[in-house]
């Protein structure tokens, strides 16, 4: 049980295009879902808290123009990386955390690399 | 602001060896997550801890979450070369009903056959 999936793996685009990554729970609803960054040999840095039906809380430094967040299910959230650069070339995780789990469990989708030309 | 401190941040080892990861802080968690990742892929959990003083084990794994909710252990005995990845410890802050997550830096391991 505890599935998340991500769509898509892996996605190459041009600088200045979007980019909408999609992280679902398969097997259990999530009323809170969480999307990181991690760059090559470095720890998960959390982006943002969405919570299903209302905005997003997005951490210091983090642009929400430019990485819009939509939570419009208990199974499916978005991020839309907009205007993509090289420097958004990373891996994107998002996470999701069981309504009935106890003690916070976050689990992880497998992952989203975004290479930007 | 929380922060978690994850030691060593590196380590080779050979098969066979055993070896202990910490994960420690100076604030007080309402519960600790161990996962692993692998190369390209997102982290898997391994255990959650939640009572001070708890020690689970999983297989060669055995977790340990210290007394006063500040730090915890990971140990593995006669590590194996699927053992290779990212460990990372992640706390639940007990304020706000546990929403805020604190993740450490990682321990990087590599066993070698």
């Known amino acids: 049980g505890a599935v998340v999936s991500q769509h898509p793996s892996w996605v190459i685009c041009k600088s200045g295009t979007s980019v909408k990554i999609e992280c679902r729970s398969l097997?259990?609803?999530?009323?809170?879902m969480f999307w990181y960054r991690q760059f090559p040999k470095q720890s998960l840095m959390l982006m943002a808290t969405s919570n299903e039906g209302s905005k997003a809380t997005y951490e210091q430094g983090v642009e929400k123009d430019k990485f819009l967040i939509n939570h419009a299910s208990l199974t499916l959230s978005t991020l839309t990386v907009t205007s993509a650069h090289p420097e958004d070339s990373s891996f994107y995780i998002c996470?999701?955390?069981?309504?009935?789990?106890?003690?916070?469990?976050?689990?992880f989708g497998p992952g989203t690399r975004l290479t930007v030309l | 602001t929380q922060l978690l401190e994850q030691s060593p941040q590196f380590l080779s080892i050979q098969e066979g060896e055993n070896l202990t990861v910490y994960c420690n802080s100076s604030?007080?968690?309402?519960?600790l997550q161990w996962y692993r990742q692998e190369p390209g892929e997102g982290p898997v959990l391994l255990v959650t801890v939640v009572t001070g003083g708890e020690v689970k084990k999983l297989k060669r794994l055995t977790f340990q979450f210290g007394d006063a909710r500040k730090d915890s252990s990971l140990h593995i005995t006669a590590a194996q070369p699927g053992d290779t990845g990212l460990y990372l410890c992640a706390g639940a802050s007990p304020d706000n009903y546990g929403q805020n997550f604190v993740f450490g830096p990682g321990t990087r391991l590599s066993v070698l056959p």
């Open positions: 097997d259990f609803q999530a009323t809170t």
């Open positions: 996470s999701a955390r069981d309504l009935l789990a106890g003690h916070n469990e976050q689990f």
């Open positions: 604030s007080v968690f309402s519960s």
